[in-house]
């Protein structure tokens, strides 16, 4: 028998590569065109029409087939563009402007935030009928199943994109990408009044956790998790709010696009952030981007695949976040939404009366602030005018609001200034940009304390005696610094603060509200008062208790700041005044430092009213204003309700 030599295997090609470039969006707000409808002009930067050249640049370079454009929510909601022109009875019989813009676009994809639902879910529904790509959402429930994976969604519960894409020899290959949305469970507190009854909501990592071996079954070769969602360092805990870190520690997700808190990631503001490797963009091992807000940034994450044994793994990715100032708009787009912009500005430029002296926002932390002085009155003869001949009428009625536009993440151009002269809806709308609607409360003097001490965590406990100490604590929005209006009280800055941001118990022998009065009279826990605030805050938004699940006794149909417009148009000429409804409890000589807008330069006989010093501006472009403890007496414009008194 002759003996043949057996011929070797042929040795396996090296592996097949592709590189997919995820392009990504959130938190857009309705920033569209190059354009600040409050100040009614021109802006710098932000804004989909910035963007949409960045994407231009960004497919090119990659290849348009090699790119996705996904958008991770809270985009219909934010600027007279989005909020005003759209709506039934504006007379406005074109397209949604965003959802224009974002067909223009090109998206791939996209999910939903907590502000969709801002306009209920009719308005939604309209809004989204018009979108040419698709969108997903897992934890907004229809009807709820047993476990996630049996729930009837709102939208689909995750998607599977079908791509051809070029590997890095140029042969062509068919990628499924899963996506899987999520949003906020919070969306049921609030948007209570659209949502109740109507939909429920899902904890995000428990939801994650039931679909993400579904997605894999269904063939996709790569998972990516698209979350309105934050990034909190804080433990793990059901429902939470900011869920990225729990998120990127479940298996069978490939990379997250994060959003909802208005911050950025890659970023050195998250170096300390258990899991987070900056220098990587990674949570816990996992790719991670998150692209500011209101069209700030186009987050960019490149995936490295590796394709072996028929499977295609990443093996690899690269992050980055382009910033969108000194990027020229999309020219293309900025033609198309032409009609709507001019739409936008005929309403926004009506004339509702005259106000004899600025409204701004930036000393509005710092003093009795008379833009919020004027939304607490508009609310207060709103819901006089719906209580009138109830059982309610004859308790005393307060009226609780915060200043919503003070830095912050917003940055230095984020704030309130309305010049003297005629007051217009655009300024309305910039007073007050959420299209919350007003709600009635029965609380209790009891509550009332709770409710303050919840406000004033804004503020860092202060050293009497120290110098350079920061007052305003930068982790706490300004929108959660309501003022109750009707009443007066101090705030102790010696105490800590007695809750947490997200309403938590701290400190049960913290009390930082002190002296709090009605009409001259010290407030006992049993008192009686009917409060107006917005739904938002009624039904536990932010730091606050859930008031409205048992003590609601009005719910109107119409947003807050119609109310507002409504309340400027009787009065014609507007006086601004803030009452005296709160000071700082008096301290040995301490000074304190504030960072606000620059703006604030235009307005020097505020800065002296305080006592302030301008110590010119920080790395971020805030001006540093210098006070020292207790401040010096307010503006004589400045007018008390009530009599002053000692608890």
């Not at 910033?323 to 739409?343: C, E, I, K, W, Y």
């Not at 007695?498 to 709090?516: C, K, Q, T, V, W």
Request: proline residues 8%; neutral net charge.
């Amino acid at each position: 028998m002759t003996a043949f030599p057996i011929s070797p295997a042929p040795e396996p090609g090296p592996p097949e590569t592709l590189r997919l470039r995820v392009l990504q969006t959130t938190d857009v707000h309705g920033h569209i065109l190059p354009f600040d409808y409050h100040a009614n002009t021109a802006n710098h930067s932000g804004g989909l029409a910035r963007i949409a050249s960045l994407v231009t640049q960004a497919r090119t370079d990659a290849g348009h087939e090699n790119c996705l454009l996904l958008d991770t929510g809270d985009f219909l909601q934010g600027t007279p563009l989005s909020d005003l022109t759209p709506l039934p009875g504006q007379g406005w019989r074109g397209r949604n402007p965003v959802l224009r813009a974002m067909n223009l676009m090109g998206y791939d994809a996209a999910t939903l935030g907590n502000h969709e639902f801002n306009f209920g879910l009719d308005g939604l529904h309209r809004a989204l009928v018009q979108a040419r790509f698709p969108l997903t959402c897992a934890n907004a429930i229809l009807h709820p199943g047993e476990q996630p994976d049996q729930d009837q969604t709102l939208l689909p519960p995750y998607l599977i994109l079908s791509r051809r894409m070029r590997d890095t020899t140029g042969r062509w290959h068919v990628l499924r990408i899963g996506l899987l949305g999520l949003l906020p469970p919070q969306i049921m507190s609030w948007d209570h009044a659209h949502l109740s009854g109507r939909l429920s909501t899902r904890d995000m990592v428990e939801t994650a956790r039931a679909w993400l071996p579904v997605v894999r079954a269904a063939g996709a070769d790569l998972v990516i998790v698209m979350a309105h969602s934050g990034i909190d360092p804080g433990p793990d805990h059901p429902m939470m709010e900011n869920a990225t870190r729990a998120l990127a520690r479940l298996p069978g997700i490939d990379a997250i696009l994060a959003g909802h808190s208005h911050k950025r990631f890659p970023d050195p503001e998250h170096a300390a952030t258990p899991g987070a490797d900056i220098a990587r963009a990674t949570l816990h091992g996992m790719p991670c981007i998150k692209a500011g807000f209101a069209g700030s940034h186009l987050g960019q994450l490149d995936l490295t695949l590796s394709r072996t044994e028929g499977k295609w793994q990443v093996i690899g990715h690269q992050a980055r976040l382009i910033p969108t100032a000194g990027t020229p708009p999309d020219q293309r787009l900025v033609r198309a939404l032409s009609a709507a912009h001019v739409h936008t500005l005929r309403v926004t430029d009506r004339v509702l009366g005259h106000v004899t002296a600025p409204l701004h926002s930036y000393l509005a932390q710092a003093r009795n602030d008379p833009g919020t002085q004027l939304v607490n009155d508009a609310q207060r003869r709103a819901l006089a005018k719906a209580l009138a001949g109830t059982q309610y009428a004859a308790l005393p009625l307060l009226s609780a609001s915060a200043p919503f536009k003070t830095g912050g993440r917003g940055g230095p151009g984020h704030y309130t200034d309305i010049p003297e002269g005629p007051l217009r809806l655009r300024n309305i709308t910039d007073l007050y940009g959420f299209p919350n609607t007003l709600c009635g409360l029965i609380v209790t003097g009891e509550q009332l304390h709770d409710w303050l001490e919840r406000a004033v965590i804004c503020f860092h406990r202060i050293t009497p005696g120290a110098a350079c100490q920061m007052l305003l604590d930068p982790g706490v929005p300004g929108h959660d610094f309501d003022v109750i209006d009707g009443l007066s009280y101090t705030i102790d800055l010696t105490q800590p603060a007695r809750f947490d941001l997200d309403g938590h118990l701290l400190d049960p022998s913290a009390r930082r509200i002190r002296s709090l009065c009605h009409a001259g009279h010290p407030i006992a826990d049993g008192d009686r008062f009917v409060i107006a605030t917005n739904s938002y805050r009624a039904w536990g938004g932010g730091p606050f208790a859930a008031l409205a699940e048992t003590a609601l006794i009005h719910l109107d149909s119409r947003p807050v700041r119609d109310l507002v417009a409504d309340y400027v148009t009787q009065r014609g000429t507007l006086v601004p005044k803030a009452r005296a409804t709160w000071s700082f409890a008096p301290m040995a000589r301490t000074v304190v430092m504030i960072e606000t807008g620059p703006g604030v330069r235009a307005y020097p006989s505020d800065i002296t009213d305080l006592g302030a010093t301008d110590l010119g501006d920080s790395k971020m472009g805030f001006a540093r204003l210098r006070l020292t403890l207790p401040l010096m007496a307010q503006p004589q414009d400045f007018l008390p309700d009530t009599d002053s008194c000692e608890s």
